[in-house]
């Protein structure tokens, strides 16, 4: 397929999802080789064993630094950058080590009138001066936040073409796109029924972990249990709190040890009245990659169940391994339908409660911008042909609420109103959380009514 390039570019899925294939090629051709039984999760394996070559040679060339560099783009802020050091590491043990890193959307104020502008490039700065040191050891290479979108084949010739575009001259935003509510307008809704589950979902680096723990505390706050959770290996919610806070539970879906967990479940039922040579086969069967996906998909159910004895508030993986995740639930349910089979409660309830507006309150996180809007608007059709309807939509990180006058946060706030716009066509509901200001030593505040810039910022 690639003998015909001179070089093949690959636009990954974010960071959790492309560990997990990066390893596949590794994991079944270790399995391939150590199987002896004949079957997997996947049924016979004589038509994975012809594929047997091209996963050697896939791991082969992700390993072999004349052939195949991977680049780490980041933004200037501290949890990418903490989720780009951890990826580095994963490839690493992977064998993939001809790294680059590549830092997006570096900010420098025109001058120091502006305060939100002096933030912001203060922000990036700081994170970059305690970027994490296996990072700082990386070719890196900075590239300027840009007056304009990167849509369209023009603008993506002007990003290395940067010292006359990233100054355009300001444009006018109208003052009517600032009217939209505050996160905190959602509240009320949200607790209305004082249980439930509420997901945040959209494109990686939207700000779902954060508007997560907005919403976490607050829920909290006005005396609610909750626990607040993950589905994204590459996420930080714990971080997102910095602290624990009485009312709330903090825990994530690990991989790894929902794997354990099933594999032991199953060896003592399914193992219990087999022979020695049955055991040794369901073993390995268990060894398997897909055995991982079983696992979290059960483990994704019970913290579902748990939103029947309170607030459940989940930080999900980016787009592509949310919809894996919600695909598994209909091919569950169906199977389930169509046998009666044994499986878990959590599991036959599983997709009935995601399709219970009163139960599961969906938020898609967006930022003003044209993909996160149209990936946005993607999963929401998709959600919608599962019978899942969003609750609605937050706009985050927007400049359209705040005083600027810098001219390149004027380009970029004139051009977030298109997407507000087109937000508001899609959705039910929609609210705005502005770009903020983080204090030097502060909780998370759910963002109200003040849009001066002076609380934390729910966009990192």
């Known amino acids: 397929m690639t003998s015909e390039f001179d070089h093949v570019v690959f636009d ?26 004949g079957t997997s999760c996947l049924g016979p394996l004589s038509g994975l064993e012809a594929q047997q070559a091209l996963y050697d040679a896939s791991r082969q060339a992700l390993t072999d630094g004349k052939q195949t560099s991977l680049v780490l783009v980041s933004r200037a802020e501290r949890a990418a950058l903490d989720e780009a050091e951890r990826t580095r590491r994963e490839l690493d043990e992977l064998g993939i080590r001809r790294q680059e890193l590549v830092l997006n959307g570096i900010f420098h104020a025109s001058s120091a009138t502006d305060p939100i502008a002096v933030a912001m490039e203060e922000r990036g700065r700081r994170a ?10 990386l070719p890196r290479t900075e590239l300027p936040l840009l007056a304009f979108g990167l849509v ?19 444009r006018a935003v109208s003052s009517s796109a600032a009217l939209l509510p505050p996160l905190a307008a959602l509240l009320p809704e949200l607790e209305a029924d004082g249980r439930g589950v509420i997901m945040t979902m959209g494109k990686g680096g939207v700000g779902k972990t954060t508007v997560a723990a907005s919403i976490a505390l607050e829920v909290a706050r006005r005396g ?11 996420a930080h919610v714990a971080d997102a709190l910095g602290s624990p806070v009485e009312g709330i539970r903090v825990s994530r879906i ?6 354990r967990a099933y594999s032991d479940e199953v060896v003592r039922g399914a193992g219990a009245g087999l022979d020695a040579a049955g055991r040794a086969l369901l073993e390995e069967d268990l060894r398997s990659p897909c055995t991982e996906e079983i696992a979290v998909f059960r483990a994704f159910a019970r913290i579902v169940d ?5 607030f459940v508030v989940i930080d999900t993986a980016p787009t592509g391994h949310t919809l894996l995740l919600l695909d598994a639930a209909q091919a569950y349910h169906r199977e389930v339908l169509r046998t009666a089979g044994q499986v878990p409660e959590q599991v036959r309830r599983l997709l009935p409660r995601l399709r219970d507006p009163g139960f599961t309150k969906i938020l898609l996180v967006t930022l003003p911008e044209a993909t996160p809007v149209h990936e946005a608007a993607q999963l929401q059709r998709d959600l919608e042909r599962a019978g899942i309807e969003p609750f609605g939509w937050v706009i985050n990180q927007s400049l359209v609420p705040l005083s600027v006058t810098d001219p390149l946060l004027q380009c970029r706030r004139a051009d977030e109103r298109p997407f507000h716009e087109e937000v508001q066509r899609l959705a039910k509901r929609v609210v705005l959380v502005p770009w903020m200001k983080p ?3 502060a909780r998370l505040e759910l963002a109200a009514g003040d849009q001066n810039g002076s609380r934390v910022n729910v966009g990192s």
Do not use: C, K, Y
């Open 152 to 170: 369209e084949i023009e603008p993506l010739r002007a990003l290395f073409q940067t010292e006359s575009a990233a100054h355009d001259a300001p």
């Open 224 to 234: 609610h249990r909750v626990h607040l959770t993950t589905t994204d290996p590459a």
């Open 12 to 37: 990954t899925a974010p960071t959790g999802h492309t560990l997990r294939l990066l390893a596949l090629p590794a994991a079944w051709t270790g399995f391939l080789e150590s199987n002896v039984g």
């Open 439 to 441: 204090p030097a030593n």
């Open 254 to 259: 690990d991989p790894a040890a929902e794997t």
């Open 306 to 310: 748990d939103g029947v004895r309170g």
């Open 128 to 137: 970059v001066e305690t970027m994490p040191a296996g990072l700082r050891g």
